[in-house]
């Protein structure tokens, strides 16, 4: 009889740390629930920022976009194109002048268009200058794009480029004017000089 009662003293032992085991588990229950419950709402809370920030166009850690560069002035002069690493010949170099200043004077965009060297052009504070430097030229043939209308295509490539007084560059693009089926080579140099003239019409 003595030997057992050490016995049943270590089971009621176990019972009771089992029952505070369980009773302390259940007591978790609840807190880890709350746990998930706020992780949750801190994941979606996340969630609803990311969405407000890509409706926005903008993230938290992302910095604020810089102003474009306006092209806004009274007057523009345009300087001879210079010849890069492909010559233009006279023909084609003449007729874009000629084309451009037509077409960006049409445009509206500027009060004055100049021409190099008018001295009239150095009496304005916000002019902007236009040059242009050959990237690629093309000549192809006015009968063969006549005969077969897929092939003979004449086309050319300058880089444009506006700079302000102090030589920041408001506007660098490359054009390409070409004439693929009816009309001389020469009519590449009209699709440029429209061109130009859509670009910095179009420009803010």
Same mark, same amino acid.
């Given at each position: 009889?003595?030997?057992?009662?050490?016995?049943?003293?270590?089971?009621?032992?176990?019972?009771?740390?089992?029952?505070? #085991?369980?009773?302390?588990?259940?007591?978790?229950?609840?807190?880890?629930?709350?746990?998930?419950?706020?992780?949750?709402?801190?994941?979606?809370?996340?969630?609803?920022?990311?969405?407000? @920030?890509?409706?926005?166009?903008? #993230?938290?850690? @992302?910095?604020?976009?810089?102003?474009?560069?306006?092209?806004?002035?009274?007057?523009?002069?345009? /300087?001879?194109?210079?010849?890069?690493?492909?010559?233009?010949?006279?023909?084609? $170099? @003449? @007729?874009?002048?000629?084309?451009?200043? /037509? /077409?960006?004077?049409?445009?509206?965009?500027?009060?004055?268009?100049?021409?190099?060297?008018?001295?009239?052009?150095?009496?304005?504070?916000?002019?902007?200058?236009?040059?242009?430097?050959?990237?690629?030229?093309?000549?192809?043939?006015?009968?063969?794009?006549?005969? #077969?209308?897929?092939?003979?295509?004449?086309?050319?490539?300058?880089?444009?480029?506006?700079?302000?007084?102090?030589?920041?560059?408001?506007?660098?693009?490359?054009? /390409?004017?070409?004439? $693929?089926?009816?009309?001389?080579?020469?009519?590449? #140099?009209?699709?440029?000089?429209?061109?130009?003239?859509?670009?910095?019409?179009?420009?803010?």
């Amino acid at each position: 009889m003595t030997n057992q009662i050490p016995g049943r003293l270590a089971v009621r032992s176990l019972r009771f740390a089992s029952a505070r #085991t369980s009773g302390r588990s259940r007591m978790a229950a609840p807190s880890l629930a709350v746990l998930l419950v706020a992780a949750g709402a801190g994941l979606l809370g996340g969630r609803h920022l990311l969405a407000q @920030a890509s409706a926005d166009g903008q #993230t938290p850690s @992302a910095s604020a976009p810089q102003a474009a560069k306006k092209l806004i002035a009274s007057a523009i002069q345009i /300087e001879p194109i210079e010849n890069g690493d492909v010559s233009l010949p006279p023909e084609f $170099r @003449a @007729a874009v002048y000629e084309h451009l200043l /037509e /077409e960006v004077s049409k445009s509206g965009k500027f009060q004055h268009v100049y021409r190099s060297g008018d001295r009239a052009a150095a009496d304005v504070p916000d002019l902007v200058i236009l040059r242009m430097k050959v990237k690629a030229f093309k000549q192809g043939s006015e009968r063969t794009r006549a005969v #077969t209308t897929v092939a003979g295509a004449t086309s050319l490539n300058l880089g444009v480029q506006v700079t302000g007084r102090d030589g920041k560059v408001l506007l660098d693009r490359d054009v /390409e004017g070409k004439v $693929r089926f009816i009309g001389g080579n020469l009519r590449a #140099t009209y699709d440029f000089s429209k061109k130009v003239a859509e670009i910095l019409q179009q420009s803010p």
